[in-house]
């Protein structure tokens, strides 16, 4: 059952747009000003506690829910101005965020991704490693980010993904499903990839969930399993699928050490044959059209993945730019 408690603004912390970390009663929170606007020091605000009191999910951190010191709040539309597409809908902080498709007409029937190369991560970290690695190999293309609704729902929430446009890593970001807060918002996956080329002008897309991602243990009851949905919608649109691999050395967990299964499972479902790059001389996982690439060492992509940075599991970036090498490699192919 969810937990909610009133509180007081004790602090803020910083902000951009779209987001306020804040203090409540002292404790880390939240805002998503997008959805219910900013709050003030000394307001008295309703907090959603239930992550935090699981020990899970939000590093420690509340969702502020409602703003008592307002009697009311509105905005216009979040990203595409007018429209009747709602995300997060049929809840109480639905919004109407409108969407490319709307706005954007010249979005015609067929429109393909014309060989462009479509990279699927597992994890979020994973796509700065492959947005430096393209940066890398094809300075100047423009790389656009398809955030999933697999994880986190709001983009802004990431702060990996405010670091790499701000280094021009990112060109632009599409949101898709029930995610939002992207430059440019989309109702499915496979319409998102049409918006990254046709609206965002895309020479590469790389597709994956924001922060947070769901794993339980269990065959098929993780998150990452879509990438097999990526892979195939890729393909279809005529595009060239290249699955980003998990891998480490380091996790404690026995299905993720090495090749993780999240990668050999999302691949056997999916009906399309992808590219699986890996750094030369590795494992292979045995899976996949593998395609053995130089990872150069001084990438630099930051950032760390279950709180492990590149000194302590470098396999695991390693793996992971191998397919923003790959992605910018096949653009001159």
Known sequence: ?????????TGIRGE??????????GEPAYVLTQLIGTVALGDRVVVNTTAVELGLGTGGWHFVHWNLARESWSQPGLTSGAGTVMKLRYTSLQVDTGSAEEATPGIAPG????????????LHSQVACVAAAFAHG???????????????????????????????????TVTCGQAFGGNHEAVSLPSAL??????????????????????TGSEYGFGGVEVAAVVDAAAHLGGRPVVAVRYSDADARVRHRGVSHHTTTSLALASTRALVPVPRGSIDPAS??????????????????????PADDPGFFAYAAAAGILAARLLGS
Do not use: H, I, N, W
């Open 194 to 215: 049409q918006v990254a080329v046709a609206v965002a002008g895309a020479d590469a897309v790389v597709v994956g969930p924001g922060p947070g991602v769901v794993g």
């Open 111 to 122: 429109t393909g991704l014309d060989g462009r190369p479509v990279v699927a991560c597992t």
């Open 16 to 25: 951009r747009p779209g987001l306020q970390k804040v203090e409540v009663d």
């Open 288 to 309: 996949g059209e593998v395609v053995e690439v130089d990872v150069p060492d001084d990438l630099g992509p930051g950032g760390t993945s279950m709180g492990r940075g």
């Open 1 to 9: 059952m969810p937990s909610f408690r009133t509180g007081v603004v």
């Open 138 to 172: 094809a300075p100047g293309r423009r790389l656009v980010y398809v955030m999933t609704d697999s994880a986190s729902l709001p983009l802004v929430l990431s702060d990996l993904v405010a670091d790499l446009c701000g280094r021009g890593l990112l060109a632009a």
